[in-house]
Structures are given as C-alpha cells and as structure tokens.
C-alpha cells in the first residue's frame, strides 16, 4: 500500500516571515545604532576643536602679550591682563619659570603664591604646548597650556581652563531628538516589515496551496495573483504548467480509455467464439474451423493493436537513437514492395515518381514506419481499380534557415476524408470510419505513429483533401548534406 509523503510543516523560527522580520530587524537596528553614534561622535570632535581653536587663539595673545625682556612679575602679569580683557573663560593661571603662581582668576581655589602643580603646566615650561579636551559630567571641559618664550628663553606658562555646559545641553537635546527619531523609524520600519513579510508569505503561501490542490490531482486549479514582479510571473508559470498537466492528463485517461475500449473489442470477440465451442457438443468441423479462424484473426488484430502501442510508448518514453542519413527513395520502395500483395488483391495499383538525392537524418526503421503507413492506408481505404500515387522530391524552404526540404507525398483516389475530421485524424485510435476501419484491420494508430515519428526527426505532416477525390498526406523532412554533423 501507497504511503502519503510526508507533508513536512515550517515552524515559526524557520518561516520567511520570521527570516524578513528578523533581517529587516537587524538591518534597522544597526541604522538607528549608526544615526545614534556617528553624529553624536562628529559633533563632539568638532566642539572639541572649536574650543582647542579658541583657547589657542586667547593663549597666543596671552603669551605673545607678556613675553619680554623683564621677567615676570604678579603685580605686572595682572596689570597687562587687566588691561587686555581677557574673558570667555572659568580659570586663567600664569606661572613663572619656575613654575610660581603669579596669576589666578580662580575663586574656588585659588593658587596665587603656591607652585603649580598641573601637569599641562608642567609640560608647557617644557616649552611645548598642551592642550586636553573631554566630555564629562554633561559639560565640555577644555585645558590648554602654552610657555611664554623671548628668544628661545621660557619665561613662564599660561594655562586656560573652561568648563560649557551649554554647548553640553545643545549636544544633549541632539542626542535625545536623535533618540526619539529613531524610535519612531524603529516602530514605523517594524510595522512596515511585518506588513510586508505577510504580504510576501502570504502570495508564497498562496503558490504553495497551489501546488498541494495540484499534487491531489485538481489539475484545472489556477492561481490568480495580481502585480508584476517575479512571484506574479512565477503563477503565471504555475499555471501554465498546470495547464499543461491538466491537457496531458486528459490524454492519458481519453487514452487509456480507448485504448481499453480497442483491446476489450477483439478480447470480448474471442471469449465469445471460444465460449459457443465450447458448448456446443454437435458443431461440425467447417464451423468449428470458421470459429478457430475467427479466433485467429481476432488475435492478430490484438497482436497490431499492441505492437502500435508498443511504438507510440517507445516515441513517447525512449531515450535518443543514433541518427544515419537514410535515402528515402529505397525506404519507399521496399514498402511499395511488401504492400504489392495488398493493392493487387484490393486492385489498386501504384503510380510512383521517386527523385534521387532525398536523403534525411533519421533511422531507416523509423521512415519505414511512416512510409509504410501512409501507403498502406492509402490502398486499404482506396476504391476498387484506383490509384495510390507516391511522389519523392526535394523544395527550397520558406525561409533561409530551413534550407532544402525532402517531401514525401501520399495521395489516394479514394472517398477522401471529410473536412470536419481531418484535424482529428492523427489523435489515436480516431476513426474516420469505425466500422470500415475493422474491417480494414485499422487500429486507428498508424496516423499517430507517423506524427510522432516525423516531429521525433524534425519533419511535419499535413493532410488535406484532394480534387477532384481521394486524400493527399504530405510529409516534410529537412534535407541532409554531406558537410552536416
């Protein structure tokens, strides 16, 4: 007994739509994370050198104001300091070179008269300048030192000092308006990834339903699905391809059905037959002999049905042969051959004007099939003292790429085929006339093989009426050449 497979379900850790949340997640995550440090890094670099700017323009004056040639005094330091107006900052100290404290504008603790002990003062003395910013306690707190110099003599050092915490708050209320914003894109791009996660599972979801109502054989099912990206073409492809199933399904079971019909004939004639001998205790021998005949001709008439069959399957299932150039011309001949005890006895006669150099790709087996079909149906459904004429010639094609063509012409002046059937005549086991057609010992799958096996080699076939009776099958082939692979 079948088993089901195993419909296998998607939990929600592995489903697209955590995979889209999650990654859209991830992606918004790390863009508020940017948003919320690279401005906030590129503000305070550019406060800090705002304020190295400006402490060392005020510390240039400063020095270039005191140096000279008297050593530095406190009551001279303040005096100049008083008179060039130094403001804009929280402490101002200057040193002698000894690192004494001459000037302090500190209130809180105040240095005046004691060594400095800083250690941006003690590397101004050095002679190099200093200067030190940092973003603490919310407020920007800046030093900056530099050495008072007159010809190369360090006289003493100024150090600066200042505290904002306005520029602190300004940077604060930046971060926090940066904050709000990204919590509102952080929701907003949430809501917006989980609307279209769902859109998009839900479209693949509807694929996937489709595909299941196919898989238990509803092959007429359609998926509908508007839009016109890759998913939208993807159900259109869905439902081209069910189309496809739905049409070949319908083949299979109008030809199994035939098929059954065609083998229950005969099957259903010989049980019948053998069944009255059976039980008839007194049957002569001349009818038991005409039953067995019967019989006989019963089982072979089911020995063509499958050996058709057989050919239709092997057209449909077999895997490519190797390809020979053929020429068409001895192929026909030997069917005209094998089909002269036919025509002769149902008084037909065959007019033929084969052409040389009709040579095809193909196998000899499979133009054998063709050629002798046509003909064969040719004479059967013929008329008494008619004519089967058989044409071999080769044609330029209708455009350049199909170069020369190799024809095969059937034509018959028998009753013809009537209009309404000739698109039906190569669909298997369709009978233009049943009962003629047993009789005939048709099995109504000749025409189906020689479709099949023209269109297997790259050939058509065209059927059509003939003027003034009769019935004209034509069959195309490209042309080998001698240069051709």
Known sequence: MAHAPHRRGVSVRHSLQTKFIL??????????????????????????????????????????????????????????????????????????????????????????????????????????????????????????????????????????????????????????????????????????????????????????????????????????????????????????????????????????????????????????????????????SETTREFVTDIGNEAERLTRITEKLLTLTRLDTAPPVELTPVDVKAVVLRAQRMLLPLAQKSEVTFQMDLGNGCVVLATEDDLSQIAFNLMENAVKYNLPGGTVMVSLFRRRGRTQEQGDLVVLKVEDTGVGIPEADLPKIFDRFYRVDKARSRAAGGTGLGLSIVRDTAKQHGGTVEVRRRTPEGTCFEVTFPCWKEEQP
């Not at 140096?67 to 005096?79: F, I, R």
């Open 23 to 284: 990654s859209y997640g991830l992606l918004i995550l790390g863009l508020v994370l940017f948003l919320n440090t690279y401005p906030i890094i590129i503000s305070q670099d550019m406060v800090f050198q705002s304020k190295k700017d400006s402490l060392w323009r005020q510390a240039d004056i400063i020095t270039s104001t005191l140096a000279g040639s008297e050593p530095l005094t406190a009551e001279g330091v303040e005096a100049t300091l008083t008179k060039l107006g130094v403001t804009g900052v929280d402490r101002l100290m200057v040193t002698g070179p000894d690192g004494l404290v001459l000037y302090d504008t500190s209130e809180v603790d105040n240095a005046r008269g004691k060594y400095a002990l800083l250690r941006e003062v003690v590397t101004a003395l050095d002679g190099k300048d200093v200067f030190r910013s940092e973003y603490r306690e919310q407020s920007f707190r800046s030093r900056a030192a530099a050495p008072i110099l007159y010809r190369g003599m360090t006289q003493g050092a100024v150090y600066l000092y200042e505290c904002d915490e306005e520029q602190a708050q300004l940077l604060m209320d930046f971060q926090e308006n940066l904050m709000r914003i990204s919590v509102i894109v952080c929701v907003a791009a949430l809501l917006f990834s989980v609307l279209l996660s769902k859109a998009l599972t839900r479209r693949v979801g509807v694929l996937l339903q489709g595909i299941r109502t196919v898989r238990e054989g509803e092959y007429s099912y359609r998926v509908s699905m508007g839009g016109g990206d890759e998913l939208t073409r993807l159900a259109d492809e869905f439902n081209e391809l069910t189309g496809r199933l739905q049409t070949t399904e319908e083949v299979r079971r109008r030809f199994v059905s035939d098929a059954s019909h065609e083998l229950k004939t005969p099957l259903a004639s010989i049980r019948l037959l053998s069944d009255s001998i059976l039980h008839s205790e007194h049957m002569d």
